[in-house]
């Protein structure tokens, strides 16, 4: 058998096409419980050629310990959720392992687990964070009207094209890693970490995405630990894939999150305060668990204007499988629940759910999260747009009609219209391990080939189309000659994780600088020229920002109508409009924007998980419903003219259609409908049988 | 058992457990890795297949019923008018894939465009909707299918459905 | 699951054969449920192949039937000309997984499990289609309702092939067909609510009201009290029936809330049948 070195292996797109090539497959030997002490392991004899690994053959630190939590490479001595790796087994047939990982017996002192999260101990609080401006008991006990809500996002799983896993092989001293992440310098550090080796004895080579929902911002660096150890173990190269049944029983998934609010207006309907509660499930060990809450917390208010905000955000964790990031980190349902909420303090002000928005919405200088906002939230500059195309004030009317008039009030009116408005806030660092200043390369040969080198993986066409535009004009190239590297850790600079936009938002500018930085040296230095530009981290001096400034905006509207005997809705349509600076391209920008919100409709009505009583099992796969193209509705997508700096739209349509479709299903039912994805309403109830 | 069939034009024959999906076979004996093997319960559409000239999910195919077929995957498919007209349209169509299920989509596009009677377009989105596909937005995916049909049928198949 | 052999017979009476021989023995055709239902554990099985036998793949028409051999993929059916009456069928048949699983999917396959009712069978049982069984004693043809035994469950002969399915293709003047609901735990298929009905002057002359999942609802009771009456029918007949069905879901072993959809629909499509059908 060929064997390669993986240096050879310089393009692999697809994890599951890394060639076999004398390698060896890694299959993970689970915790059949969700919490307890492990009592032994006992591996069945493996013939010549097999090996196990276990905790106390992690020639390195057991433990990840960059994501603002310390996860274990492989659990020794407990395990805190089941399907939790404990040992793996490698060998170089692939049904052979999966036989030995099968007989393999894991044996736990199983304890009582807990998955609720809602009412929570303070010993499974694992982050938290508040805030307290003006004087909201007050200001609640003075209002004309307090409304209470409460307003759940449940778990739902990224299901990526492609089940997770990583593969790793020696070139001389280096270890490469391939892995499908967001974050390739994280995974390099953690592999670095538990081989025990320096960081430059690593490399880490992106693979394909796909479409990836933030889910790939830590977890393939734990499965690149474990690609890492067998191959370093074993002398192979080693391949590990999940099946799509362990992906989706057992890795990260969107934490699930309950938003309560008090909320106060005053006899005009404007919000005099609020105190709002955020409760969010974080499963085991809770990578991220600060983060999450933190912008959590931020979000909560929205685009409105509070003069007294109380925020207490907790990270609670539980014995599932780590929980996490979803099209951002926290401020998904937060969105949904603010948004849900304006509809109710307009209904409760006896207001049109725009003209509420419009009292309340954040001006400039507004200091409800803190430090004064530059510039107004741009409600009427996004809605006059939208409120026309989609024809909502009319629909809305009418509907309010039907609603009103029905002969029979027990019955459901039938249609509904929803609208929802809010920001993507600028692409931030991470607070924990993010990159020292985020950084681009851009390299001009003496052929005239222009390589721009970033760890941010252009898998969008769309964005490379971009990046390569830019350079090109900036240098007078044509885009043909201009490639973007693909990202390996020991050839391009830390651009940090590929998260919040960051593409567009930081690395699109800063290729843009390096490309001018070039330009200025092109005819004053020998070929080749390689500038490198770096984000400059905000001074510790400077005046702090409104974390709305340089925000991108948009609102969405969803209409849809009830199915006469079941109520199940369907979806006339949906309008988008969206205010993000300068569109560097905009058909491409309108066509993810209209994917997006097919995916974020159908995250609504379908991709149901009840993990309420215990981690996912197969069936639960089996059951999960997956919307497909056909079921998308017309999707309508605008742009409102801006001369800012391009801004990020990866997260608005996750952030607004939900909120849409739940205010539009509210009036179609002339009841709240406070909880997605809205087959939840029949979790637990179908097992009657 | 021997599994005699014919793939991509050539006859091949293997030894195979009954029971043993097409999927796999055709990955890992024949290294034919557009498809992929992921939920193996005709979920995903990844793994789809011409077999007799329909377009199946090779997972739901054991290997006994592929006895005697002929089987074309998308390494069979590239090499066909219909792919290139395919291909061309998606690119032009701004219908952008992300690389995993690009050879799926291509194959169900390229599916209609092989069919004898013009398909609707609910019929298309009913088509595509048979590989599971986040990354594409799916206006764009009819229009290039659409574009796909207006070129290669060209008024020569007239009858809709 | 485990294969043992596979036998492939060329024609019905080779898999008859096979099947007097090897009674345990599991008829294929299109294998897509059998692929999805069953697990990789269990005894070994012997398979029975049905793909190569011509004459289940057969699909012939007369003035009155359609006759569809077994074998006849679902596809295939949604493909027949749209002048034929076989719209609940199609509907059924647009509900099953996707394009290319009926590519593989056959008609027999859907009819002939033994675990559920899926999702073609109530349209059939609407339909009033018949079935043509063969075994080693010969064939016989049969309503499709003797495959429902006492209790509402599938009641498939062993060591018996579906060879053919005939549909009378006399056009129904109303019909519908709902999911009734999602799988759950309880139950891997999601249950199938189907209805046909046929007026004469003005009165209902043929109703059929049907729920099926893990057992089949059907209330001939209700049914034939339905029939001879003038339409529009009365609230106090729609209401009744919608509460007669839910009993009858129920009794058939339904999860309450699905009972009480399978009322709901009954209701809506008798209404429905008030303002001039479908």
Same mark, same amino acid.
């Given at each position: ?118 009412? @929570? ?28 809500? !409460? ?51 690593? %490399? ?86 600060? !983060?999450?809450? !933190? ?10 204007? @509070? ?223 390689? %500038? ?74 379908? +991709? ?74 029949? +979790? ?6 | ?161 | ?12 009476? =080779? ?111 609407? $339909? ?27 009641? *498939? ?17 109303? *019909? ?5 609901? =999602? ?56 209401? =009744? ?12 072993? *339904?999860?309450?809330?699905?009972? =009480?959809? *399978?009322?709901?629909?009954? $209701? ?11």
């Amino acid at each position: 058998m060929r064997t390669a070195r993986a240096s050879d292996l310089s393009m692999v797109g697809r994890l599951s096409d890394f060639p076999l090539l004398d390698a060896v497959y890694v299959g993970t030997v689970r915790s059949p419980v969700s919490r307890g002490a492990i009592r032994s392991i006992s591996v069945p004899h493996l013939p010549r050629g097999y090996r196990s690994v276990t905790a106390d053959d992690i020639p390195g630190s057991a433990r990840i310990d960059s994501i603002g939590a310390s996860v274990p490479v492989l659990a020794s001595g407990r395990v805190a959720y089941r399907g939790e790796p404990v040992a793996l087994i490698v060998g170089p047939d692939r049904l052979r392992v999966a036989e030995a990982v099968s007989m393999t017996a894991v044996r736990v002192d199983e304890e009582p687990a807990s998955f609720g999260y809602e009412a @929570c101990e303070s010993r499974r609080l694992v982050a938290a964070y508040s805030t307290d401006s003006g004087s909201v008991d007050a200001a609640l006990a003075k209002a004309a009207r307090v409304v209470d809500g !409460e307003y759940r996002m449940g778990p739902q799983d990224h299901y990526y094209p492609e089940p997770q896993g990583a593969a790793a092989g020696f070139d001389y001293d280096k270890l490469i890693v391939f892995s499908s992440t967001q974050w390739p310098f994280q995974a390099r550090d953690a592999v670095a970490q538990a081989l025990g080796v320096r960081k430059d004895e690593v %490399v880490v080579r992106t693979t394909s995405l796909g479409s990836h929902l933030d889910g790939k911002l830590w977890y393939p660096s734990l499965l690149a630990c474990h690609a890492a150890i067998a191959a370093r173990l074993s002398g192979k190269n080693a391949l590990l894939l999940l099946s799509r049944t362990d992906d989706f029983m057992y890795t990260t998934k969107r934490a699930p999150t309950l938003v309560s609010y008090r909320a106060g207006l005053d006899e005009a309907g404007k919000l005099v305060a609020m105190d709002a509660s955020v409760m969010i499930n974080v499963g085991a060990y809770a990578p991220f668990g600060a !983060e999450l809450v !933190e912008r959590a917390a931020k979000a909560v208010a929205g685009a409105y204007a @509070c003069p007294s905000l109380r925020v207490a955000a907790r990270a609670v964790s539980t014995d599932l499988p780590p929980m996490g990031a979803f099209m951002g980190l926290g401020t998904g349902p937060v969105a949904f629940a603010v948004e849900r909420l304006a509809e109710d303090l307009a209904d409760a002000a006896g207001m049109d759910p725009y003209e509420w928005r419009a009292m309340n919405v954040a001006r400039r200088g507004d200091q409800t999260l803190g430090p004064p906002l530059r510039k107004g939230a741009p409600l009427d500059a996004v809605c006059d747009r939208l409120l026309a195309i989609s024809d909502y004030p009319r629909k809305r009317s009418s509907f309010e009609l039907i609603r009103k008039r029905r002969p029979d009030p027990s019955s459901p009116p039938g249609y509904g219209i929803g609208l929802a408005f809010g920001p993507q806030r600028p692409a931030t660092a991470l607070s924990c391990r993010d990159a020292q200043a985020p950084s681009v390369e851009v390299t001009l040969s003496k052929d005239s080939t222009l390589t721009i080198r970033s760890s941010v993986a252009s898998g969008s066409g769309a964005v490379t189309r971009i990046w390569k535009r830019i350079a090109a004009t900036s240098l007078g190239l044509s885009p043909e000659a201009v490639e973007v590297a693909t990202p390996s850790t020991d050839e391009v600079p830390d651009s940090g994780p590929n998260v919040f936009s960051r593409r567009i938002g930081v690395v699109t500018r800063l290729i843009g600088s390096a490309c001018d930085g070039l330009a200025s040296k092109r005819f004053r230095e020998a070929l080749p020229i390689t %500038v490198r530009k770096s984000q400059r981290a905000r001074s510790a001096k400077a005046a702090p920002e409104s974390p709305l400034d340089d925000a991108s905006w948009g609102a969405a509207v969803v209409e849809l109508e009830l199915d006469p005997v079941d109520a199940a809705p369907t979806v006339r349509g949906i309008w988008l409009v969206a205010k993000a600076g300068r569109i560097l391209s905009r058909e491409d920008a309108a066509a993810a924007l209209e994917r997006d919100a097919a995916v974020a409709l159908g995250l609504c009505v379908a +991709e149901c998980l009840d993990l309420s009583d215990g981690p996912a099992d197969p069936g639960d796969l089996r059951r999960y419903g997956l919307w497909r193209i056909k079921d998308a509705p017309p999707i309508q997508v605008e742009f409102v003219d801006d001369d800012a700096e391009p801004k990020g739209i990866g997260e608005l349509a996750y952030s607004l259609v939900p909120a849409a479709f739940a205010n539009a299903l509210s009036q179609a039912l002339d009841s709240p409908w406070n909880a997605l994805p809205t087959c939840r309403r029949s +979790e637990g109830v179908d097992d009657d049988s | 058992m021997i599994v005699e069939f014919i793939l991509n034009g050539e006859d091949v024959s293997l030894k195979a457990d009954p029971l043993e999906r097409l999927s796999d076979l055709l990955r890992e004996r024949f290294d034919l890795t557009s498809l992929m093997s992921d939920c193996r319960e005709g979920v995903c559409g990844k793994c789809v297949v011409f077999l007799d000239g329909l377009l199946v999910n090779s997972c739901m195919v054991p290997a006994f019923k592929a006895r005697g077929t002929e089987v074309v995957t998308y390494e069979g498919f590239k090499s066909t008018e219909s792919f290139a007209t395919v291909e061309r349209s998606f690119r032009e169509a701004g219908a952008e894939l992300c690389g995993f299920c690009d050879s799926a989509l291509f194959m169900a596009a390229g599916s209609l465009i092989e069919a004898t009677v013009r398909p609707s377009e609910e019929e298309i989105m009913e088509v595509l909707s048979s590989v599971y596909c986040r990354c594409v937005t799916p206006s764009r995916a009819l229009g290039a299918v659409k574009a796909a049909l207006e070129s290669s049928l060209g008024g020569k198949y007239g009858r809709a459905r | 699951m485990r294969v043992d052999d596979v036998s492939a017979p060329q024609t019905i009476a =080779e898999a008859v054969a096979v099947l007097k021989r090897q009674p345990g023995a599991l008829p294929w055709a299109g294998g897509t449920l059998i692929l999805t239902s069953r697990g990789s554990d269990g005894a070994p099985v012997s398979v029975l192949d049905l793909g190569r036998i011509p004459e289940l793949r057969a699909v012939s028409r007369s003035d009155r039937y359609l006759e569809l051999g077994a074998c006849v993929r679902l596809a295939t059916i949604q493909a027949l000309p749209g002048s034929l009456a076989l719209q609940p069928l199609r509907d059924a048949i647009g509900l099953v997984g996707t394009a290319t699983v009926r590519n593989l999917a056959t008609l027999g396959g859907n009819v002939a499990s033994r675990d559920s009712f899926m999702t073609c069978f109530p349209s059939l049982a609407c $339909m009033d289609a018949t079935v043509e069984l063969r075994d080693a004693s010969g064939s016989r043809w049969t309503g499709i309702h003797s495959l429902v035994d006492g209790s509402g469950r599938p009641a *498939f002969p062993a060591a018996t092939l579906l060879t053919r399915i005939r549909i009378p293709t006399a056009p129904w003047d109303a *019909f519908a067909l709902h999911r009734l609901g =999602e799988p759950t735990k309880g139950d891997a298929f999601a249950s199938t609510f189907a209805a046909a009905a046929r007026f004469e002057k003005e009165t209902i002359s043929e109703l059929r009201l049907i729920a099926s999942g893990r057992t089949l609802a059907r209330d001939r009771a209700l049914e034939l009290s339905l029939i001879g009456k003038r339409l529009p029918l009365t609230v106090k007949d729609v209401e =009744e029936a919608q509460e007669a069905a839910r009993e009858q879901a129920i009794e058939a072993g *339904f999860p309450a809330r699905l009972a =009480e959809r *399978f009322g709901a629909y009954v $209701m809506s499509f008798l209404a429905n049948v008030q303002e001039g059908g479908r």
